[in-house]
């Protein structure tokens, strides 16, 4: 008795489909490296130094896209705007994390697909952000 190869075969996640942690951890690095020089973004983060941020930010995005529960067990639940209510998020700053956010992003050199798929869930991750005029 042979066995059908499509039993075993489980469909991957998304995670696992763009490579992994490996892909989120460029991803974020170089987002967090805009961010270091981008005079709008800079100061909502009162770390001197970005890495904790960087691994938060990292960890969430792996979470969420199907890898390791890293997040919420250091964590517990994401509960992302109640954690961005301290800052002042408004039409600039979503855009400025946008742009750092592009560029990180277009240097992954995903394939269209799962480009879009990030994409469209940033955009909207970085619109919900949003919690003042101006």
Same mark, same amino acid.
């Given at each position: 008795?042979?066995?059908?190869?499509?039993?075993?075969?489980?469909?991957?996640?998304?995670?696992?489909?763009?490579?992994?942690?490996?892909?989120?951890?460029?991803?974020?690095?170089?987002?967090?490296?805009?961010? =270091?020089?981008?005079?709008?973004? /800079?100061?909502?983060?009162? &770390?001197?130094? !970005?890495? %904790?941020?960087? #691994? @938060?930010?990292?960890?969430?995005?792996?979470?969420?896209?199907?890898?390791?529960?890293?997040?919420?067990?250091?964590?517990?639940?994401?509960?992302?705007?109640?954690?961005?209510?301290?800052?002042?998020?408004?039409?600039?700053?979503?855009? =400025?994390?946008?742009?750092?956010? /592009?560029?990180?992003?277009? &240097?992954?050199? !995903?394939? %269209?697909?799962? #480009? @879009?798929?990030?994409?469209?869930?940033?955009?909207?991750?970085?619109?919900?952000?949003?919690?003042?005029?101006?």
């Amino acid at each position: 008795m042979t066995e059908n190869p499509h039993d075993t075969l489980q469909e991957q996640t998304f995670y696992e489909q763009v490579g992994g942690e490996e892909t989120f951890r460029r991803l974020v690095h170089r987002f967090y490296e805009g961010v =270091a020089e981008d005079p709008l973004l /800079r100061p909502m983060y009162p &770390e001197e130094d !970005l890495g %904790p941020a960087e #691994e @938060r930010f990292t960890l969430f995005l792996i979470q969420y896209w199907g890898g390791p529960r890293t997040y919420s067990e250091q964590r517990g639940h994401p509960r992302l705007r109640m954690r961005h209510v301290p800052f002042r998020v408004d039409r600039a700053a979503h855009d =400025a994390w946008l742009s750092r956010m /592009r560029v990180a992003l277009d &240097e992954l050199g !995903l394939a %269209p697909e799962h #480009e @879009r798929r990030l994409w469209d869930y940033l955009t909207y991750a970085a619109a919900s952000m949003i919690n003042t005029e101006g």
